[in-house]
Every structure is written in C-alpha cells, then in structure tokens.
C-alpha cells in the first residue's frame, strides 16, 4: 500500500507540475505570464494577457492534468490512492520544482481533481464558482467560496475521506490566495474584467 501511495504521489504531481499557462503564453507569443498580474501561471493570469482563448485552454489542460491521473490512480490503485494523486497534483501546480516551487494557485485543478473523484462535488464546486462569480463579479472570491463549501458537500455527497482531502486542498487553495484574502478585506479586489490588457512582451 505505501508504494502504491508513493506511485500515486509522484503521478499526481509530475502531472501537476506542468506549467501549461505559461508554455500556452510563450508559444503565442506573449512572454512569460509570471511576469504579469498576479505571477501566477493559472488561467486568470493568463486571462490578463487579453487572449480569452488561451485563457479558456489554460484552464481546461490545468483541470486535466489533475483528472487525467486520478482517474488513473482511481483505475488501477483504488479511491485512497486516487485521493493522494490529487492532493499532489495541487501541490504540483502549486509548487512546481521546475519553476522554483512558484506555480498557480489550484482552482483548476481542484476543479480536475474533484470531477474525477466525484463529479457531483465537482459540479457543485463549478456552480457555487459561477453564482458568487456572477453575482459579486470577483474571480478570487468564487474560488474561495466554492473551496470553503466543497469539504461540506464531499462529506455528504461521498464520505469523510475525501471531505478530509478535498479541506487539505481548500486549505492549500486558501494559503494561495492569501494575497487576495489581503486585498478583499481592504476592498482593493479588482473585479472581473476591470483590469487592462496586459502590454504584448
């Protein structure tokens, strides 16, 4: 069984790990996305650079690369070990050893992670994302909430292991954003689509 976890720790986050906001922006043409917003290389930085298709295929390719190997951890070495490819997928992205442990900040690949553990909870995270999103027009604020939420609804949809894995990675998703946390609780928060297109590198 600890091997097992260990095959499913190094999957998940040698998945995760791959910055595919920042090798999308390279390969069109618009510089390194650290260096813009946020720094972050999630798809709402790379939504700052004006281009909503990268944008669109940042945030789905950051999604799958969580979901891709749960589901294949879930496959061939059960739930628990699918539990522990997803919480190191996060971590992955969150802290890729090639980018000097500087990645994004997981709404993406919780998103991946929870569709592939239980669509239910992970359709449910998407939904309260998008009423909090459309209703105060905050991008960090919808990830958060959708985040404190998920733990609750994973416990009552599945169980109190994956309510225990998925509050891991809300607490991780929380530290990420703490930047954000900062600027909501002084009203600086930009809204959605307030902020200018960044300059082409």
């Known amino acids: 069984m600890t091997i097992t976890f260990l095959y499913a720790a190094v999957l998940g986050y040698l998945c995760g790990s791959v910055p595919f906001g920042l090798l999308l922006t390279r390969a069109a043409g618009l510089g390194d996305v650290r260096a813009i917003g946020s720094g972050s290389i999630g798809a709402t930085n790379v939504l700052r650079t004006g281009n909503r298709w990268l944008a669109a295929a940042t945030l789905i390719l950051d999604a799958g690369k969580a979901a891709l190997p749960v589901l294949f951890a879930l496959y061939f070495w059960g739930e628990q070990a699918g539990m522990v490819c997803a919480i190191f997928a996060f971590l992955g992205h969150c802290f890729p050893v090639w980018l000097n442990f500087k990645g994004g900040k997981g709404v993406a690949v919780m998103i991946g992670s929870l569709l592939a553990l239980s669509w239910p ?52 998703l929380f530290y990420q954003h703490r930047a954000n946390i900062a600027r909501l609780l002084n009203n600086t928060e930009p809204k959605i689509g307030s902020e200018k297109k960044a300059p082409t590198a």
């Open 121 to 172: 909870v992970g359709l449910i995270f998407c939904a309260v994302w998008l009423v909090i999103a459309f209703a105060r027009k905050m991008s960090s604020l919808a990830a958060l909430t959708a985040a404190a939420t998920a733990p609750i609804f994973a416990y009552v949809v599945v169980d109190e292991w994956l309510a225990a894995t998925v509050a891991l990675m809300a607490i991780l």
